[in-house]
């Protein structure tokens, strides 16, 4: 009965794990740090996001847009794009200075890339934003919103800010999105 019961067992444990640790959900989150690097983000948590994601064959290429408001619409002000090396990876979005930057980070490095142009929110009179806090499923070809911080004058009321930055009443603002894609960049 034991010889039986062995090889039913062994099976079952191997669909279990290989169920439980190949996931074929494509994510995009937010990235997960130790406790010490957390401390030290801590200190430049309103510069500087990262952001984990996980992909399937079906995805090929990633784009990061930047968007600012101008004239009363939201125009884009920058993007990042490349084909994908690996089927995991991390990217981070910074503002600081007047400028946004933008990293793809792998075990080989990192590249960037930078544009001036963000608007100054210290001039508002109500700030509100958002930031990607849940891991939050791919679909090709649709952009996902992961930071946006909007200014409001005075006049203006002040709605919560959600990932539909777009739909905001806002007088000024920024936003960083991210697209995957099935397609190959040329």
Do not use: H
């Amino acid at each position: 009965m034991k010889k039986r019961l062995l090889p039913l067992l062994l099976t079952v444990i191997l669909c279990l794990t290989s169920c439980s640790g190949s996931s074929s959900q494509m994510t995009v989150k937010p990235s997960e740090f130790s406790q010490e690097t957390q401390e030290v983000l801590q200190i430049i948590d309103d510069e500087i996001v990262f952001f984990d994601y996980q992909v399937s064959d079906l995805i090929r290429s990633i784009s990061v847009d930047i968007w600012k408001f101008e004239n009363g619409q939201w125009v884009n002000a920058g993007k990042s794009y490349g084909n994908l090396a690996a089927k995991e990876g991390r990217l981070a979005v910074r503002l600081i200075n007047g400028s946004w930057d933008i990293f793809f980070i792998n075990e080989d490095g990192n590249s960037k890339a930078s544009y001036k142009g963000a608007p100054d929110l210290s001039s508002a009179a109500a700030q509100a934003g958002y930031r990607l806090t849940q891991p939050t499923e791919i679909e090709p070809g649709k952009a996902i919103t992961l930071w946006s911080e909007l200014g409001f004058d005075e006049s203006a009321a002040v709605n919560q800010a959600t990932s539909n930055f777009r739909d905001s009443n806002c007088t000024m603002g920024t936003a960083a999105t991210v697209t995957f894609s099935s397609d190959v960049v040329e």
